[in-house]
């Protein structure tokens, strides 16, 4: 690791120290209670409102969005914090519509959301269909795109030794349990944004230097948006016939006006309202503090995009003004996907083992969260149910974490030599497109499950395999079936011989045919399904400083807005 100096392992080491003793402390606290499958899974009743907003934020952000959105940053600039901006609202909706349904029916994990509202087999098939997803999408994704990350930032060599460290990190703290998990994910975020800050100023003061503007982040930020002002604005415009390829392909990457009105809806609610991985910290508190962490977390999605857009932006505006050709790829390009590391690259002495505590913060919190999830599927849905259902507490404790490590091994070698092609698709694309066929069918099954009394079991089942073949359908057949121009969609060439619907647009049309198919069916069912969730409307009544949390959530999404327009 001859980048770094002496300053730089210290200041790592410092990090790993206080996490690990931090969470050792944590653990060596409740180690003489009782085992408890809740409290390992959930810390049911002992996350603070600012551990559940910090642990999401933690398990969120990781390396593909290290890397992927700050490359999506040099490729079409500040569009790409969308996916942040938006989230804040739908965590907004998950925390005053989503949490008071699984808290008050005592949701443990979504399978078992899907067994009580509808049926077993539905339930048993998204068990193992998340399963296989966080195991060889998700970890394997996380653990692969980190320790390249890493590698790359160390000046390579050590990849399967990080690989091996990564994992025995994030192991220690999931074993843990979900009260380590999420009050060392508070250090973790704390972390996570201290280094992502001093980056992003290094390469601000980067841009002001280049300029002769002196060591003035400031500066380099007006620069940026002199020099690149179309990588300042939200919304991209549709091309149009005389538009270039590049300009088609960010249009197929954030499809302007339309991605609000479709896919990036879908994305962000199935994301933090029915996925395990996220909502497992909120459904061990009570209502208010769940409420609360989960609005904390939206307030700190805010500011995101400074850390892992800005840097991608600035690369780009570095690269085009004539530095960083030393990192142009073999055909003479730049790679977005290395605007990340070619920005750490500039960093001083000191802050390079800061960077590197950060990016180890991002990929050990979501590997353990990620884990920790799998657990709680495996030994809930799967274990206890069909292979022993008298288990005691203590047995359900010890085969989840049997499970963590089972999982974390089966990614250690499934990342060794990139058996599933990561590295050649991209982290990013590749976790998108394993995740975002299934999301609108998801999505519909548990909206219309939650808040219409009237779906039935086979709906869901007709709707989540709907969903899945629609989204094939749009995304790789609608424009030879159909035409590139209908009145659903617009196809736009894509530069390798076809044309593409824009893959939110497609997330957009599946999730509404799947739901008009689900919305048929049920009609011919009961008008209120026996196992439909009794709903009260004082469920939904938020208190004042939940309110004050929300209004000013909206009042920030909204300037930014007015100001990238």
């Known amino acids: 690791m001859e980048k770094f100096a002496q300053i730089d392992y210290i200041i790592f080491l410092i990090y790993f120290i206080v996490v690990a003793g931090y969470?050792?402390?944590i653990y060596r606290k409740k180690s003489n209670d009782a085992a408890s499958s809740k409290d390992y899974f959930l810390a049911e009743g002992s996350l603070t409102w600012w551990a559940i907003g910090a642990s999401l934020i933690a398990s969120n952000i990781s390396a593909e969005q290290f890397i992927g959105m700050s490359g999506n940053g040099f490729t079409v600039g500040v569009a790409v914090a969308a996916y942040e901006w938006i989230a804040a609202l739908a965590l907004i909706i998950v925390a005053v519509w989503f949490i008071p349904v699984y808290l008050k029916n005592k949701i443990f994990t979504m399978p078992q959301f899907l067994n009580n509202r509808y049926n077993e087999t539905t339930s048993l098939i998204m068990a193992v269909f998340w399963l296989f997803l966080y195991i060889f999408v998700n970890l394997t994704s996380i653990l692969f795109l980190g320790a390249l990350a890493i590698n790359n930032l160390a000046g390579g060599g050590s990849f399967h030794?990080?690989?091996?460290?990564?994992?025995?990190?994030?192991?220690?703290?999931?074993?843990?349990?979900m009260r380590v998990i999420g009050f060392t994910d508070v250090i973790q975020v704390l972390v996570l944004i201290i280094g992502g800050v001093a980056t992003t100023y290094v390469a601000l003061t980067l841009v002001s230097e280049h300029f002769g503007l002196g060591k003035d982040a400031l500066a380099g930020f007006s620069r940026l948006m002199e020099d690149s002002p179309e990588h300042f604005k939200m919304i991209i415009e549709k091309p149009t016939a005389s538009s270039s390829q590049e300009e088609i392909n960010k249009y197929l990457m954030l499809p302007g006006l339309g991605m609000y009105l479709a896919g990036?809806?879908?994305?962000?609610?199935?994301?933090?309202g029915c996925n395990q991985y996220i909502t497992q910290r909120a459904l061990g508190a009570d209502l208010k503090t769940a409420r609360t962490g989960i609005l904390f977390a939206g307030l700190l999605k805010l500011f995101m995009p400074v850390i892992v857009m800005l840097p991608g932006i600035a690369a780009y505006v570095l690269y085009k003004n004539g530095a960083l050709q030393e990192e142009m790829a073999p055909g003479g390009n730049f790679n977005p996907d290395n605007a990340y590391s070619a920005i750490l690259g500039f960093l001083p002495d000191g802050m390079k083992g800061l960077?590197?505590?950060?990016?180890?913060?991002?990929?050990?919190?979501?590997?353990?969260?990620?884990a920790n999830s799998i657990a709680t599927i495996f030994t809930m849905d799967i274990y206890k149910k069909y292979m022993r259902k008298d288990a005691s507490e203590k047995n359900l404790v010890n085969v989840g974490k049997i499970t963590v490590i089972v999982a974390i091994l089966a990614s250690i070698l499934f990342t060794w030599?990139?058996?599933?092609?990561?590295?050649?698709?991209?982290g990013f694309t590749f976790i998108q497109k394993y995740t975002g066929f299934i999301s609108p069918g998801v999505l519909a099954m548990f909206l219309l499950g939650m808040f219409w009394k009237r779906t039935t079991g086979s709906a869901a089942i007709v709707g989540l395999i709907m969903g899945f073949v629609l989204s094939v359908v749009f995304n790789n057949y609608a424009p030879t079936w159909f035409g590139n121009d209908t009145f659903l969609y617009t196809a736009y060439p894509n530069g390798r011989g076809g044309y593409e619907i824009p893959f939110q647009i497609c997330m957009g049309l599946s999730f509404l045919f799947t739901v008009i198919v689900m919305v048929l069916m049920s009609l011919s069912g009961p008008k209120i399904n026996p196992k439909s969730f009794t709903l009260d409307t004082k469920m939904f009544r938020v208190e004042p400083s939940v309110l004050v949390m929300i209004v000013l959530t909206i009042l920030l999404v909204s300037a930014l807005y007015v100001r990238f327009w």
């Open 161 to 177: 030794l990080i690989v091996v460290a990564l994992s025995i990190f994030a192991i220690v703290i999931t074993l843990g349990g």
């Open 355 to 370: 960077s590197l505590a950060a990016l180890t913060a991002a990929i050990v919190a979501s590997l353990a969260g990620k």
């Open 23 to 25: 969470g050792y402390w």
């Open 264 to 272: 990036i809806w879908i994305v962000n609610l199935n994301y933090w």
């Open 417 to 426: 030599d990139d058996m599933l092609g990561i590295g050649g698709e991209g």
